[in-house]
Nanobody
Framework: QVQLVESGGGSVQAGGSLRLSCAAS???????MGWFRQAPGKEREGVAV????????YYADSVKGRFTVSRDNAKKTLYLQMNSLKPEDTAMYYC????????????????????WGQGTQVTISS
């Protein structure tokens, strides 16, 4: 049974920072993991993706230079450091893991593939 549990969300004023964590269990790291977000009435969008055993990372244009994705393979934990937060960053943030033999889908990762956590709410006020 694969489980992904996000933590670290909360309410912060614009310009502040948050660090999200995703703890994985029952999952053998391979391929890639990532962070996705969904605001009310909006479609889910890819935020950041990192290859499990490689060093390749991918970021949405809207967060480049502000967000940093990283991982700790020994702890099976994924992180997302978010700096210079803006009100438009407000959303439910989800952690995802992909272990297929096909290439990692990256930021366009279909919601029907891989494993997903329950999400953690991030709210940024003006």
């Amino acid at each position: 049974q694969v489980q992904l549990v996000e933590s670290g969300g909360g309410s912060v004023q614009a310009g502040g920072s948050l660090r999200l964590s995703c703890a994985a269990s029952g999952y053998t790291y391979r391929n890639c993991m990532g962070w996705f977000r969904q605001a009310p009435g909006k479609e889910r969008e890819g935020v950041a993706v990192i290859y499990t055993w490689g060093s390749s990372t991918y970021y949405a244009d809207s967060v480049k230079g502000r967000f940093t994705v990283s991982r700790d393979n020994a702890k099976k934990t994924l992180y997302l450091q978010m700096n210079s937060l803006k009100p438009e960053d407000t959303a439910m943030y989800y952690c995802a893991a992909y272990d297929d033999y096909l290439p990692c889908p990256g930021l366009a990762w279909p919601v029907t593939r891989g494993y997903w956590g329950q999400g953690t709410q991030v709210t940024i006020s003006s």
